[in-house]
Every structure is written in C-alpha cells, then in structure tokens.
Nanobody, 127 residues
Framework: QVQLTESGGGSVESGGSLRLSCAAS????????MGWFRQAPGKEREGVAA???????RYAGSVNGRFTVSKDDNLNTLYLQMNSLKPEDAAMYYC?????????????????????WGQGTQVTVSS
C-alpha cells in the first residue's frame, strides 16, 4: 500500500523559508516521478514542482527561482525548499506520486499524471 506523508508546513512571514518533506512508503520511489502541488481556498489544485525518474525537474512559473525540488533516494523522501515566500504562496501543499516514469516533462505538473496523494501540509505566509 502506497503511503505519502508530508511534513514541514507552518506559518512564516513574507520573505521567509520553509522546507517540506514527503516520506514515501510502499512505493518504488526511485523508479517514478513525484511532485508537489498546492491548493488555496476557492482555487484549483496547481502543480508547483516535480521531478521524474531521470532527474529532470519542472517548476511553475510563479515559483521558478524561489523553490527547489529534490529527492533522497536512500530515504525515499521528496523535498521542497521554499525561499522568498510570498502571501500568494499560502496554500495546502500536497505530495504526489505516479506509477509512471513521466519522462515527458510536460506531464510533471499535471494533477492527472499522479495516482497517489498525501494528506497535505498547510503553509501560511503573512505579509
């Protein structure tokens, strides 16, 4: 049974940093693609950052240069380092995993690519 558990959310001031973690179990972690999504109240879930089996990454334009996605294959953990946070970054952040390789990087930020989801971790940014 695949389980994804996020942690690291919290409240920060604008300009601050947070690092989110997603621990994966029951999943062939190193073989597939994983990503981070977020959803603010009243808005659709959007892809933030993701990485595929080959190590290619993709970022949403709104976070490019501020967020960094990485993974530790030994720990089966995906990370999202978030710097220079803005109030508009506030949302519930979800970790997602796909049973596919997602070698086409275009697929990395599409929610429909992923079939496993975590419960989410809340990020709040005050101005």
């Amino acid at each position: 049974q695949v389980q994804l558990t996020e942690s690291g959310g919290g409240s920060v001031e604008s300009g601050g940093s947070l690092r989110l973690s997603c621990a994966a179990s029951g999943y062939r972690y190193s073989s597939n693609c994983m990503g981070w999504f977020r959803q603010a109240p009243g808005k659709e879930r959007e892809g933030v950052a993701a990485v595929n089996r080959g190590g290619s990454t993709r970022y949403a334009g709104s976070v490019n240069g501020r967020f960094t996605v990485s993974k530790d294959d030994n720990l089966n953990t995906l990370y999202l380092q978030m710097n220079s946070l803005k109030p508009e970054d506030a949302a519930m952040y979800y970790c997602a995993a796909s049973s596919g390789s997602c070698l086409n990087s275009f697929l990395l930020l599409l929610p429909t690519t992923y079939n496993y989801w975590g419960q989410g971790t809340q990020v709040t940014v005050s101005s």
